[in-house]
């Protein structure tokens, strides 16, 4: 049996791939649910990305306006650069 993981609802975990592009989101409060769901069942996939050259300005009104509280910066190949 897996280990469990104790996360609080404000926990995300970042789903990469081997090379590390992004497929997705996984917020803590997903793991409240069934045990034997998949990674890929309770991910949120294709997650709002951003480029390291976009300006801050313009990532916190995007986030201010789409009710986001954090956004992911990868490159053009989808490979994370940092959580912001």
């Known amino acids: 049996m897996p280990a469990r993981t104790e996360a609080r609802n404000g926990d995300v975990f970042i789903v990469v791939n081997d090379e590390g592009v992004v497929l997705g989101r996984l917020r803590g409060d997903a793991l409240d649910g069934d045990p034997e769901a998949s990674v890929e069942q309770v991910m949120e996939s294709t997650p709002v990305t951003f480029r390291p050259s976009v ?17 992911l910066i990868t490159t053009a190949e989808g490979r994370l650069v940092g959580i912001l």
């Open 55 to 71: 300006p801050l300005e313009e990532m916190a009104d995007y986030l201010q306006e789409h009710g986001m509280d954090s956004a």
